[in-house]
C-alpha cells in the first residue's frame, strides 16, 4: 500500500516502510502549550523525558508512569539540544550562555565548552556522546542571530562550526565546512556521524541536506558528502534506529530514511517538527518535538540506547 494511510500519520513511499510501523498505531498528542520545542532525551531509569521550549526559557519533563508534564528547569538558559551521557547525566546546549553544560547527578552545573581559542562560542544547537566519552556539538548562530531564542550578539568566532571535546575536556574544531551545522548522530557502530546543515534558513540558496562523514580511531573525519536532501523544509533533529535507519525532523512530520538515504516513509505532523528520540523501556516510542506540542508514536523498530 503506497500512499498516505489514514487516520494514522503514516504515509508508505516505499514498500519497506510497512515494515517500520504498527498497523493500528496512532499519533498522540501527549501536550501542547510550548512557542518552540526542541531537544527531546529519554532517561531510561526514571521512564521521563526532557525537552527544551526554547523561548520560553525552560526545560519541561513528561513521565511514562502517569503522563503528567512538569517544568523541569526555569530558567533553563534558552536550552537547545540535549543528551545523555554514558553515566546517565543530562548534557544540553545553552543559546543563551553560550555554552555545553552537563547537570552532574546531585544536581551541580559543569561546564564543558563555552569557548574556542579564547572566543566565545555562537550558541551551540544539538550534542550527542560516542561511547569512548567524547561529546561532539554544532555551533550556529541561531542563538544570537535574535532575542527570541538567546540574545542578539555579534559572532565571536564568525563561523559555524561542528566540535568535538575530548575526555580530557580538551575542545577541537571537527569539521568546518558547514554553513548552519544542526543536528547530529553517529550511526549505530560509530564508524560514521551524520550532521545536518541548515543553512537554507537565511540563504535561499543554502543547503538543507544531511551529510555523512567516516570518524577515525582518534576522532578525525573524513569524507563528508551529501547523505539525502531535505523535500519539505530542512532536516534539523534526527535519530538512528537499530538497523540504521534515519529518522529526521523535518516540515510535514518526520521522515524516515533507508540506510542509503532514500526517502521510505514520512508520519504527518499538523506542525513544524524540530526534533526526535527514541523512548519507552523497549526504545520502540518515537517522541517528536512539535513547534507547540509533545506528540509520539509506537514503531515496530528500535532506537540506538545512548548507554
Given amino acids: 500500500m503506497y500512499g498516505e494511510i489514514e487516520g494514522t500519520g503514516f504515509e508508505v513511499i516505499a514498500p519497506e516502510f510497512e515494515a517500520c510501523f504498527i498497523g493500528h498505531a496512532r499519533v498522540e498528542r501527549l501536550w501542547t502549550g510550548a512557542r518552540w520545542s526542541e531537544g527531546p532525551v529519554w532517561f531510561a531509569a526514571g521512564r521521563y523525558l526532557l525537552w527544551s521550549d ?61 569557548s574556542f581559542e579564547g572566543k566565545r562560542l555562537n550558541s551551540p544547537n544539538d550534542v550527542v556522546v560516542k561511547s569512548d566519552g567524547s561529546i561532539w556539538f554544532t555551533d550556529p548562530s541561531y542563538g544570537i542571530l535574535m532575542d527570541y531564542e538567546g540574545e542578539r550578539a555579534t559572532s565571536e568566532i564568525g563561523a559555524c562550526h561542528v566540535y568535538r571535546v575530548d575526555p580530557a575536556g580538551e575542545i577541537t574544531i571537527a569539521v568546518d565546512d558547514y554553513v548552519k551545522p544542526n543536528g547530529l548522530a553517529f550511526s549505530p557502530d560509530e564508524t560514521e556521524l551524520y550532521i545536518a546543515d541548515t543553512g537554507v534558513t537565511h540563504d535561499p540558496g543554502g543547503p538543507k541536506h544531511i551529510r555523512r562523514h567516516s570518524v577515525s580511531a582518534d576522532g578525525t573525519l573524513s569524507g563528508g558528502e551529501v547523505f539525502a536532501e531535505c523535500t519539505a523544509g530542512v532536516f534539523d533533529g534526527f535519530r538512528f534506529d537499530r538497523d540504521g535507519r534515519i529518522w529526521t525532523s523535518a516540515a510535514d512530520g518526520v521522515h524516515c530514511l533507508n540506510t542509503d538515504g532514500t526517502l521510505i516513509g514520512k508520519v504527518h505532523i499538523p506542525e513544524l517538527v524540530a526534533n526526535v528520540c527514541f523512548g519507552g523501556p523497549k526504545l520502540n516510542r518515537l517522541f517528536i518535538a512539535g513547534t507547540t506540542s509533545l506528540y509520539s508514536v509506537f514503531l515496530d523498530v528500535n532506537g540506538v540506547s545512548p548507554l
Fill in 54 to 114: 526554547i523561548p520560553n526559557n525552560r526545560i519541561l519533563r513528561f513521565d511514562e508512569t502517569d503522563g503528567s508534564v512538569s517544568t523541569y528547569r526555569q530558567p533553563s538558559n534558552n536550552t537547545n539540544g540535549h543528551t545523555v551521557d554514558r553515566q546517565g547525566r543530562l548534557v544540553s546546549c545553552e543559546h543563551l550562555a553560550r555554552r555545553v553544560t552537563r547537570t552532574e547527578h546531585d544536581g551541580s552545573i559543569t561546564v564543558i565548552a563555552d
